[in-house]
């Protein structure tokens, strides 16, 4: 109930933005926003004058600054303002074509004059906030996304700090080629304060683009995989499954490549794994799905075996702590897997990983592709039957984690929590 009633208040905070700022009123949606910023808090402050920052959340972004500073002493608290908000301002100044990420440089003189006034409002708007709450900084986790690109101005307007906890780095053989290309052409020079990055290879796609100078951008590894590195010495309860579903048509701006529709691989994925909990229902199963993309009332989940259950939304990398099997497939999920110790399974039952190796992320180690319905099923069973045990990471994992999390241990979490301690003060 409480959370419905939530929900239903920001319903009407947007509703109400959106009429004043047509109306011109920054000073009036200075005070609703600020009745909808909210304190994290699960993150404490040990400081008596602490610093203010205002996260704009993004999934997996949020419960990074979550992992590095839970139970953590910190002279920095943080604030939540949903992401709407500055998306129902933008389009008081724009329209829906303009709602690109990764496309964001503005070149007709009409154009630039309405980011002007996007800005200015949006400037004004924040002056009026610091009577409800001083800020010291903004965070947001990507230096591409359309609605948060022009904030940077109005930190600059305001002497604020803008942060750049940039997100997005797991990227295909296809994307990494383009993306220094893409950065450049489509989008004007980052003005943020500091960038953090999850690993070496997104810093130099972003030097080479010239969308950032060397010493804006540090390197931090991934802050949620420091759970999964975690992980590696509990023992996961036994004859449990996670199956992080494929989403059907995964692509990026970057890729510039038409969209490949992955249904037929996850169909069949369905099919096996729905087969061996009929025939094992004995065995529990977690569906994992994403907001937005996958819904229970999809008919490829209906019904569910009773011994399956689907969650909806969030983060899922919790669910690797008691999986005893984890299938997934071209997601950033495939790398905590790794670094957990769990044991992964990925589908490959038309040879995707190699007729389509630039568009899916690069696994080094071919032990986890299953290629035929006989191996999924008996992969699934050896690893459920197995006795935990902690292994080494191997020298192909060890490489596939460095490129793509940035860190092959549990650390990254405290370097962006030295990150941000250094950039606020």
């Known amino acids: 109930m409480k959370r419905k009633l939530y929900i239903f208040f920001v319903y009407i905070s947007l509703a109400l933005i959106n009429l004043f700022v047509k109306?011109?009123?920054?000073?009036?949606?200075?005070?609703?926003?600020?009745?909808?910023?909210?304190?994290?808090?699960?993150?404490?402050?040990n400081s008596k004058n602490p610093k203010k920052i205002l996260i704009f959340p993004k999934s997996n972004g949020t419960e990074d600054i979550i992992e590095s500073f839970k139970n953590k002493k910190s002279n920095i608290i943080f604030f939540l303002l949903p992401r709407p908000?500055?998306?129902?301002?933008?389009?008081?100044?724009?329209?829906?074509?303009?709602?690109?990420?990764?496309?964001?440089?503005?070149?007709?003189?009409?154009?630039?004059?309405?980011?002007?006034?996007?800005?200015?409002f949006?400037?004004?708007?924040?002056?009026?906030?610091?009577?409800?709450?001083?800020?010291?900084?903004?965070?947001?986790?990507?230096?591409?996304?359309?609605?948060?690109?022009?904030f940077e101005?109005?930190?600059?307007?305001?002497?604020k700090k803008f942060i750049i906890l940039h997100k997005e780095s797991a990227?295909?053989?296809?994307?990494?080629?383009?993306?220094?290309?893409?950065?450049?052409?489509?989008?004007?020079?980052?003005?943020?304060?500091k960038i953090s990055v999850y690993s070496e290879s997104q810093r130099k796609i972003l030097i080479k683009s010239k969308i950032a100078h060397k010493n804006q951008i540090a390197v931090v590894g991934t802050p949620r995989s420091d759970y999964a590195y975690k992980l590696r010495k509990i023992a996961p309860k036994e004859k449990v499954i996670v199956f992080y579903l494929i989403e059907y048509n995964r692509s990026t701006p970057i890729s510039g490549?038409?969209?490949?529709?992955?249904?037929?691989?996850?169909?069949?994925?369905?099919?096996?794994?729905?087969?061996?909990?009929?025939?094992?229902?004995?065995?529990?199963?977690?569906?994992?799905?994403?907001?937005?993309?996958?819904?229970?009332?999809?008919?490829?989940?209906?019904?569910?075996?009773?011994?399956?259950?689907?969650?909806?939304?969030?983060?899922?990398?919790?669910?690797?702590?008691?999986?005893?099997?984890?299938?997934?497939?071209?997601?950033?999920?495939?790398?905590?897997?790794?670094?957990?110790?769990?044991?992964?399974?990925?589908?490959?039952?038309?040879?995707?990983n190699k007729i389509y190796r630039n568009i899916l992320h690069k696994i080094e180690n071919k032990k986890y592709f299953v290629n035929s319905k006989i191996q999924f099923n008996r992969k699934i069973k050896l690893y459920l039957d197995?006795?935990?045990?902690?292994?080494?990471?191997?020298?192909?994992?060890?490489?596939?984690?460095?490129?793509?999390?940035?860190?092959?241990?549990?650390?990254?979490g405290a370097q962006i929590r030295k990150f941000l301690e250094k950039t606020i003060n």
Not at 27 to 40: D, Q
Not at 153 to 159: D, F, P, Q, S
Not at 171 to 193: H, M, Q
């Open 85 to 120: 908000f500055l998306q129902k301002i933008f389009l008081c100044f724009f329209d829906k074509n303009y709602c690109q990420d990764y496309f964001t440089k503005l070149t007709k003189l009409k154009d630039i004059k309405k980011k002007n006034s996007y800005v200015n």
């Open 257 to 352: 490549s038409k969209v490949k529709n992955w249904g037929k691989l996850y169909n069949q994925t369905l099919k096996y794994l729905f087969e061996f909990a009929k025939n094992n229902p004995e065995i529990q199963i977690i569906l994992k799905g994403k907001t937005g993309v996958h819904g229970k009332g999809q008919s490829n989940l209906n019904p569910l075996p009773q011994n399956c259950r689907f969650i909806d939304g969030g983060s899922g990398h919790s669910l690797l702590r008691n999986a005893s099997a984890v299938i997934a497939f071209n997601s950033t999920i495939v790398f905590e897997t790794i670094a957990s110790n769990r044991n992964l399974i990925i589908p490959n039952f038309n040879k995707e």
């Open 171 to 193: 990227f295909t053989p296809l994307e990494e080629k383009r993306a220094p290309e893409i950065y450049k052409k489509f989008n004007d020079k980052s003005l943020s304060y």
């Open 153 to 159: 101005e109005v930190c600059k307007n305001l002497n």
């Open 386 to 412: 197995l006795n935990y045990k902690n292994k080494k990471l191997s020298s192909p994992d060890i490489r596939t984690l460095k490129y793509f999390l940035g860190n092959i241990d549990a650390t990254a």
């Open 23 to 45: 109306t011109n009123s920054p000073k009036i949606c200075a005070f609703i926003i600020s009745l909808n910023i909210r304190k994290l808090k699960i993150i404490k402050s």
């Open 122 to 150: 949006l400037t004004s708007t924040f002056r009026y906030i610091e009577y409800f709450i001083q800020l010291d900084g903004f965070v947001s986790f990507n230096l591409f996304y359309y609605a948060e690109k022009y």
